[in-house]
């Protein structure tokens, strides 16, 4: 166990470097749009957690990724899920911006650690929620890996299928035909 967990722990380190790496890279414009002092927040992995969500969502992509990370730092040590999944998710959003080579670290940080975790939940049990891997998904814009993972969460009736339809990560994914009948099956 303690060998399972110590890789785990290597290969998210090794994400978690890769992801720093294309944080480091900037995120164009959207990292100019305030030169305000960051606000003060607590030391905890929930405050950095939140910061990050909010971040992301303002385009501030860079800013994320250093917010996601210290989340991950604070954690400590085990699984670290729920930070882990923040930083797939700034990793998935970064990927929509920078030139071809920073989307392409984006892309290929995300969906490693995506794939980590979905192998920790299938093998070790880690407890991820399946809509929280089908937010990783709609972000990259990976349409038919979200409506697997949605359709993995009403079988497992997981507790966030209540917030699916108003979660703006879920957005780009309102368009698709498939979009309806989830809402429709979900209820």
Known sequence: MNTAFSRMRRSALAVVAVFAA???SGS???EKASE???PTIAETPEAYRAEATRLRREGKFKEASEAA???YTLAGSGPRVAERLELAKAQAAASKVGTEQEKGRAISGAINEIKSLETEKRTQGVPVDEVHIAEVYALLGDANSVFRWLTRAVEARS???ATVETNPDFEAMKADPRWA???ATAK
Do not use: V
């Open 22 to 24: 294309a944080a480091c």
């Open 28 to 30: 164009g414009d959207a």
């Open 159 to 161: 507790p966030h299928i």
């Open 69 to 71: 990370l210290k989340a």
């Open 36 to 38: 305000a002092p960051a």
């Open 181 to 183: 009948e989830f809402l």
